[in-house]
C-alpha cells in the first residue's frame, strides 16, 4: 500500500469518550503532521512529528495528544472532547522539514463528530 | 499577524479558463504551494513556485510575484473534475505553512 492512510473515515464519539485516529505512511518519509480542517477556516497545524520526535505543538488542548511510536505510523488520542472540535482531522508526511520545496502527502482525513 | 486570501468560492464553465487569486502577507518567503482537494479527499500537491514568474503544467498554471505578495492558479480547459476546492499555502522564514481557506471552485456543464 502506498501513500499516506487514515483510519477510521468517519467517527462519532460522545464527550465522555475515549477514541484514537490512526495515520500510517509508507512513503519512507520523515516528517508527520496531524492538521484540524474545519468548514471555511484554513487549515490549523496540531502536532509536527520529525523522525519520531514531536518538534511543534500549537497550543493544542490536552484533550488531543499525539503518539509516534515510529517514522511510518502516528496516532491522535482523544478524550473527553468538545462538540467544537467536530472537524475533519487530516494526517500528512513530507521527506523533511525545514526546507522551502517541503511536499506534503495527506490522508484522506478522519470525519469527528462529537456529540 | 500572517495571513492568506483567497475567494471564497467561484463558479465557471466546462471548457473555459479560470483564475484564482491568492494574495499574502507572511514573515519571509520560501515558496507558494497550491493544493486541490475533492469533497471528501485529501488535498493533493499542485505547484510550488519560488521564483517570479509562471511555472505551466499541462492545463495548469501557477503564477507568482513575490514584490506583490500575490499568487494565482490559471486551469485551461476546464473539466468537471476540476470541481473541487482549492489552497494556496506559504512557506514562511521558518518553513512553517501558513494556510489560506481555500477556493472552493463549482463547474458548471
Not at chain 1, 492538521?35 to 488542548?61: C, T
Not at chain 2, 511555472?55 to 470541481?83: H, I, N, P, T
Amino acid at each position: 500500500e502506498t501513500g499516506v492512510t487514515q483510519t477510521p473515515r468517519h467517527l462519532v464519539m460522545g464527550m465522555t469518550n475515549k477514541k484514537s485516529l490512526k495515520c500510517e505512511q509508507h512513503l519512507g518519509h520523515n516528517a508527520m503532521y496531524w492538521y484540524k480542517q474545519s468548514a471555511k477556516k484554513p487549515l490549523e497545524l496540531m502536532f509536527v512529528y520529525s523522525l519520531e520526535e514531536r518538534v511543534e505543538n500549537n497550543s493544542v488542548p490536552s484533550r488531543f495528544s499525539p503518539e509516534c511510536p515510529n517514522s511510518s505510523h502516528l496516532f491522535l488520542h482523544l478524550h473527553t472532547l468538545q462538540p467544537e472540535d467536530s472537524a475533519l482531522y487530516l494526517c500528512a508526511s513530507s521527506r523533511d522539514r525545514g526546507t522551502g520545496a517541503n511536499v506534503l502527502t495527506f490522508g484522506a482525513g478522519s470525519r469527528l463528530t462529537v456529540l | 499577524g500572517q495571513n492568506i486570501d483567497q475567494p471564497t468560492e467561484m463558479t465557471a464553465t466546462e471548457g473555459a479558463i479560470v483564475q484564482i487569486n491568492c494574495t499574502y502577507q507572511t514573515s519571509g518567503f520560501n515558496g507558494l504551494f497550491w493544493y486541490q482537494q475533492h469533497a471528501g479527499e485529501a488535498p493533493t500537491f499542485l505547484s510550488y513556485n519560488v521564483l517570479d514568474g509562471l511555472e505551466e503544467k499541462g492545463r495548469f498554471s501557477s503564477f507568482l510575484s513575490r514584490s506583490k505578495g500575490y499568487s494565482y492558479l490559471l486551469l485551461k480547459e476546464l473539466q468537471m473534475k476540476d470541481s473541487a476546492s482549492y489552497l494556496c499555502a506559504v512557506s514562511n522564514s521558518n518553513y512553517q505553512l501558513i494556510w489560506g481557506a481555500g477556493t472552493k471552485l463549482i463547474i458548471k456543464p
